[in-house]
C-alpha cells in the first residue's frame, strides 16, 4: 500500500526484503480480489482493485515506519531506474515528500514540473511546481533564495497561462516581477521607482551617454519575455 494503488513487483520484491513465498501472498490477494495482475511490457505489475482497501491499508500503518518506507522505495526506484530517471521523478518526488527528505523531494518535484511542461502537461507540471514551492519555502523559510523562488514562480505562471487560469497567472507573474525587479511594496516607494525609472528614460533617449548603450543580458530578455505573457493574460482577463 505505501509503494502506492499501482506497483512493480520488482520494486515490491527488493524494498520487503526476504519474505518467504511472495508470489504465492500474492496469488492469494488476486483471489481474494484485494489485487489485480496488469500487463505491462517487460515487467510484472500490480494494482490494487479499490483505491479505498490501499487507503485503509496504509492509514493502518505507523506514521514512523510509513516515511521509513517511503524513502526505502525511493531509494529502491532510484537504483532500479538510473538508467531513465525520467520515468520516474513524479513517483521518486512523491515518496521523497512522504518520507520528509525535502531536498531530494524539492529536486525531483521540479525535474518532475519540467518533464510534465515538455510533454505539454500543464496540469501535472502546475502541482509538481506548487508543491516544489511550498517544500522550499516551509524548509529555507527566511533564508529562501529569491532566484529559486523567482525561477518556481515563473514556472507556475506559465503553467497557468497554459491552462487558461489567466488570473492565477498574472498573480504568480506579479509574484515573480517583485523578485526580478525588486519592486517596493510601499506607495511612496513605488512612486519614487516609478519616477526615477522615468527620469532614467527620458534622459536616455534625449541625451544618451555611453555607458547606457548597452546590449540587453540574458536576465533582462527574459524578465520582458516574462511580462509579455502577463500583459497576454491581462488582455484575456480584461
Not at 492565477?168 to 519592486?183: M, P, S, V
Request: hydrophobic share 45%; with cysteine.
Amino acid at each position: 500500500s505505501v509503494v502506492g494503488q499501482y506497483f512493480f513487483h520488482r520494486v515490491l520484491a527488493a524494498v520487503a526484503g526476504p519474505v518467504d513465498d511472495l508470489d504465492d501472498r500474492l496469488r492469494q490477494l488476486e483471489q481474494v480480489q484485494i489485487l489485480v495482475k496488469r500487463a505491462h511490457p517487460d515487467e510484472v505489475q500490480y494494482q490494487f482493485k479499490h483505491a479505498i482497501a490501499q487507503e485503509t491499508v496504509y492509514k493502518a500503518i505507523l506514521h514512523r515506519q510509513r516515511t521509513d518506507l517511503h524513502l526505502r522505495i525511493a531509494e529502491v526506484l532510484e537504483q532500479m531506474f538510473a538508467s531513465r530517471l525520467h520515468d520516474v521523478f513524479g513517483m521518486l518526488a512523491y515518496h521523497y515528500s512522504a518520507g520528509e527528505h525535502l531536498d531530494k523531494a524539492y529536486e525531483y518535484l521540479t525535474k518532475a514540473g519540467e518533464e510534465a511542461l515538455k510533454a505539454s502537461a500543464s496540469s501535472e507540471a502546475l502541482e509538481f511546481y506548487k508543491d516544489a514551492l511550498r517544500v522550499y519555502l516551509g524548509q529555507a523559510r527566511s533564508a529562501a533564495d529569491p532566484v529559486k523562488v523567482a525561477a518556481l514562480e515563473k514556472n507556475i505562471a506559465l503553467a497557468c497561462y497554459n491552462r487558461g487560469l489567466y488570473p492565477d497567472a498574472i498573480e504568480h507573474f506579479d509574484r515573480l516581477h517583485r523578485y526580478l525587479w525588486r519592486i517596493p511594496t510601499r506607495p511612496a516607494a513605488r512612486a519614487l521607482k516609478l519616477a526615477a525609472s522615468v527620469l532614467h528614460m527620458v534622459v536616455g533617449l534625449y541625451c544618451p551617454p555611453v555607458r547606457w548603450r548597452r546590449a540587453p543580458s540574458p536576465g533582462d530578455v527574459e524578465t520582458i519575455n516574462v511580462f509579455y505573457y502577463k500583459l497576454l493574460a491581462m488582455g484575456h482577463t480584461d
